[in-house]
């Protein structure tokens, strides 16, 4: 595989006169399950083999792809892209230049007790099975269940006309289940995801009785809970909601392709945007977090990045291109779905830096406010406004955890936000998830407990 990396580059740079020529091969093993109600919908197992190419010709960039390791395809995509960049260069004001990277040679393996490449496809329907009849039996008033699973396994070899040259194996374990209720004219929702890039075993920390029973439990909870009252209010959000609203709301804003096309953040580094008990990561150095990695898709050795420190904008998530128009150092977040597709400014894991509250030091001068304990998904935009729903959240009542609430959601500007933040707790969690972006990256975010004095809570007013 080497000899065949290196012969590409150097015949995009000897005979099409590339400036730089990057190569992504991968050779993935790729199981996708769907159950519904105990009735297996989908199951696919592939392999996934194929080559993606890219250059930079007269400041421009070109990109092919094929599902082919085939040395005569590889020529025709590489004369391909170089001939799509020479067109776009035409066309533009400034060249693309790429900021200076440490040229690495190197090969990260992945260790597991339980590789989910040669485990049967019986028995990851067996284990999904479990799941739902755990959730489905606990109640009849549960109606549905849905389990969505994923696993893959495999390497992927990177190598560039610069001579970094990289082989990293790749290792992901996903699962989502979804479950409504419904009773008396009233439907609630639930759900829940588990990831890891350890391996199989994560069903052994999440075993399949109980992920099921967790998945039933809150959406019986929602059914039977009141509508929330809308307006402003005090809110504590729980590591779960932490997460998505990091996530969502402010981090989207710190990956610099999109701080270059508007965002909010592109001209407030080192301006205030948040409350000085605020401090934010990107990190993909987290050990067997779903979004960690050592080298991301330009050969940039992984980091974390810091984002925010006590409330103050002190960077942003950065491909080569970006890091070069805003003089900083690559951060190692350019991150591709497959080879199909160019690598894009992704992040990983990315988290708000616990602090010293107790959970009970958080609620207890809350007189009138919500828990917001479990997301049920969240939008954000480029000017900073947001959203984020919430499948689980409670009342409290004179510093005290109250009755469930349903239909909830918390709205507002980021940073006002962030601004509002007057208390962090003392504890941490991440969560895995998936993030779309034009393409699907692995991830996770979370964080503490903390406490906004003041958003605003969607509901019935």
Known sequence: ??????????????????????????????????????????????????????????????????????????????????????????????????????TIIDKVGVETRKNPAIIPLEHKIKNALSINQACLGYDKKIKSCTIDYLDLFGNNYFATSEGANIKQDKLYVWSRI???????GSF???????GSTAGYEVFDEYPPEVIGITVAKRALTQLTAKPVKGGNFPVILGPNVVGVFVHEAFGHLAEADLALSGGILSNRIGKRIASNLVTLYDDGTVEDAFGSFKYDDEGVPTQKTLLVKDGIVKGLMHNRETAHKFNMDPTGNSR?????????IRMRNTYLDPKDHSFEELIEDVRSGYYMKSFRGGQANIDGTFQVGVQEAYEITNGEIGDPVRNVSISGNTLKTLLKVDAVGNDFKLWPGRCGKGQTAFVCDGGPHIRIKEVIVGGSS
């Open 1 to 102: 595989m080497n000899d065949l990396l290196e012969k590409i580059n150097s015949l995009a740079v000897d005979k099409f006169s590339a400036q730089y020529s990057e190569v992504r091969a991968q050779k993935l093993k790729k199981t996708l399950l769907t159950l519904k109600e105990g009735r297996v919908e989908a199951a696919k197992q592939g392999i996934e083999n194929g080559v993606a190419l890219r250059v930079l010709v007269n400041g421009a960039w070109g990109f092919s792809s094929v599902g082919s390791f085939n040395f005569s395809d590889l020529k025709i995509a590489i004369s391909d892209a170089c001939r799509m960049a020479r067109a776009i260069s035409k066309r533009m004001k400034k060249p693309i230049k790429l900021a200076k990277t440490k």
């Open 178 to 184: 979804t479950s409504s209720a419904f009773n008396s």
């Open 336 to 344: 591709g779905e497959s080879f199909r597709v160019e690598p894009i």
């Open 188 to 194: 609630s929702f639930s759900r829940e995801e588990i």
